[in-house]
């Protein structure tokens, strides 16, 4: 499961930011932005939240094929 922000809800508080263990959440435009390859899925920046704008999702077949977790076997 991949963390995925709403942009329309994230209100750019930064709390995902500063609680992500790999320091791989930044904020562009006052969103919240994930370096999802580098995800260690651990959860905290969706319960960290206050406003539930970080939901998580199956990654879409084939996008994330350099993340190990996901990795097509051929
Ligand atoms: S699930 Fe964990 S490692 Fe992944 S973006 Fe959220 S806080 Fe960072
Ligand atoms: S904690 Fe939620 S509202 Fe705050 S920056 Fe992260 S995604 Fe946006």
Do not use: S, W
């Not at 920046?45 to 990795?71: L, N, W």
Request: proline share 7%.
């Amino acid at each position: 499961m991949v963390p995925v922000i709403d942009v329309f809800k994230c209100n750019g508080c930064g709390a995902c930011v500063k609680r992500c263990p790999p320091k791989i959440i930044g904020l562009i435009k006052d969103k919240a932005v994930i370096l999802v390859q580098l995800c260690e899925e651990c959860g905290i920046c969706a319960e960290v939240c206050p406003i539930k704008a970080i939901h998580f999702k199956v990654p879409y077949a084939g996008i994330v094929e350099t993340h190990e977790a996901y990795a097509v076997k051929r």
